[in-house]
């Protein structure tokens, strides 16, 4: 029997694994329903397992299939970038995948991409938006070289290096006279990470209720913007809105300034690329305020 794996046995796999539907997955992948079953039986007796469990409403994962998934993604992104390395402009020599929440692309990142990009014109850059805890596992997988993050993660096979800063501010839609106010104001929490919450608890001597949680900086800004909101925001994406009196600064709650860091693998095989990377990033996400209030390490 060939040991041989198909990628779009396993593109068939995860589909049916996400929708939990032969059904609904062969729609998904233009397939025929008895195409999607015959693709899962293949690989079923490629791998000599038993990867759902088929009842009559309902489709469940076997042990096996569980464990197939996570190898499953890793194979399929790697394929991915070895058809995208593989296709690169001749000017370019390799591919380098960044990686950040969505927030700090929101914040940080997203305005300096172009800048960054022509900086490095023999390099060909993708990018990818992940939560903390899956970049530091696409990190550790090889399918993403580099993450920007808050919270830089204590594990060996990583290095981390120092970006810059981020000065974040409470601001609200209209003018407060004191930070009992925002009692009457909707809060919009933004995922700052763990030291920033830390520190929020501090610098708001009561709870704040969110009326809306999100990741993502250009939706919390939306809000406040259309309606009677107050968050913790970047200085950078706030101050033109300060100064034109649309946003205002909550007395009393001190600016925040939370580090922004660059995590690789040692060893990458790309490093010098990397480091390039790094370089260049830092010269555009070093933020130029002042005033802001470092945290102390934990």
Same mark, same amino acid.
């Given at each position: 029997?060939?040991?041989?794996?198909?990628?779009?046995? !396993?593109?068939? %796999?995860?589909?049916?694994? #996400?929708?939990?539907? $032969?059904?609904?997955?062969?729609?998904?992948?233009?397939?025929?329903?008895?195409?999607?079953? $015959?693709? &899962?039986?293949? !690989?079923?007796?490629?791998?000599?397992? #038993?990867? $759902?469990?088929?009842?009559?409403?309902n489709?469940?994962?076997?042990?096996a299939?569980?464990?197939?998934?996570?190898?499953?993604q890793? &194979?399929?992104?790697?394929?991915? @970038?070895?058809?995208?390395?593989?296709? /690169?402009?001749?000017?370019?020599?390799?591919? /380098?995948?960044?990686?950040?929440?969505?927030?700090?692309?929101?914040?940080?990142?997203?305005? =300096?991409?172009?800048?960054i990009?022509?900086? !490095?014109p023999?390099?060909?850059?993708?990018?990818?938006?992940?939560?903390?805890?899956?970049?530091?596992?696409?990190?550790?997988?090889?399918?993403?070289?580099?993450?920007?993050?808050?919270?830089?993660?204590?594990?060996?096979?990583?290095?981390?290096?120092?970006?810059?800063?981020?000065? !974040?501010?409470?601001?609200?839609? @209209?003018?407060?006279?004191?930070?009992a106010?925002?009692?009457?104001?909707? $809060?919009?929490?933004?995922?700052?990470?763990?030291? %920033?919450?830390?520190?929020q608890? #501090?610098?708001?001597?009561?709870?704040?209720?969110?009326?809306?949680?999100?990741?993502?900086?250009? &939706?919390?800004?939306?809000?406040?913007?259309?309606?009677?909101?107050?968050a %913790?925001?970047?200085?950078?994406?706030v101050?033109?809105?300060?100064?034109?009196?649309?946003?205002?600064r909550?007395?009393?709650?001190?600016?925040?300034? *939370?580090?922004? %860091?660059?995590?690789?693998?040692?060893?990458?095989? #790309?490093?010098?690329? &990397?480091?390039?990377?790094?370089?260049?990033? *830092?010269? =555009?996400?070093?933020?130029?305020?002042?005033?802001?209030?470092?945290?102390?390490?934990?």
């Amino acid at each position: 029997m060939s040991s041989s794996v198909d990628t779009a046995l !396993l593109r068939t %796999f995860l589909e049916v694994q #996400k929708t939990r539907h $032969f059904g609904r997955a062969a729609e998904n992948l233009y397939l025929t329903q008895s195409a999607v079953s $015959f693709r &899962i039986r293949q !690989l079923e007796e490629l791998l000599g397992v #038993k990867l $759902f469990e088929r009842y009559r409403h309902n489709i469940q994962l076997t042990p096996a299939g569980e464990r197939l998934v996570s190898h499953a993604q890793a &194979i399929l992104t790697a394929w991915q @970038r070895a058809t995208q390395e593989v296709g /690169l402009h001749e000017r370019q020599r390799l591919q /380098l995948v960044l990686g950040a929440p969505s927030n700090l692309w929101d914040a940080v990142l997203q305005e =300096h991409l172009v800048s960054i990009a022509r900086q !490095l014109p023999d390099v060909a850059l993708s990018t990818d938006t992940l939560n903390s805890h899956a970049l530091v596992r696409s990190l550790l997988e090889h399918t993403l070289d580099l993450a920007v993050l808050l919270d830089p993660p204590k594990v060996e096979e990583l290095s981390t290096d120092s970006l810059g800063w981020l000065d !974040l501010v409470m601001v609200s839609s @209209r003018e407060l006279q004191t930070p009992a106010q925002l009692d009457e104001t909707d $809060f919009v929490l933004i995922n700052w990470g763990t030291a %920033f919450s830390i520190r929020q608890a #501090k610098a708001v001597s009561h709870t704040l209720n969110p009326v809306l949680q999100t990741s993502q900086t250009s &939706i919390a800004l939306e809000y406040l913007l259309r309606d009677n909101g107050a968050a %913790f925001m970047p200085l950078r994406v706030v101050a033109p809105l300060l100064d034109e009196g649309q946003l205002h600064r909550v007395p009393g709650i001190a600016q925040v300034r *939370r580090e922004l %860091f660059a995590v690789y693998r040692n060893n990458n095989g #790309k490093q010098q690329a &990397i480091a390039e990377l790094v370089n260049t990033m *830092r010269t =555009h996400t070093a933020n130029g305020q002042s005033g802001g209030t470092p945290l102390q390490p934990e």
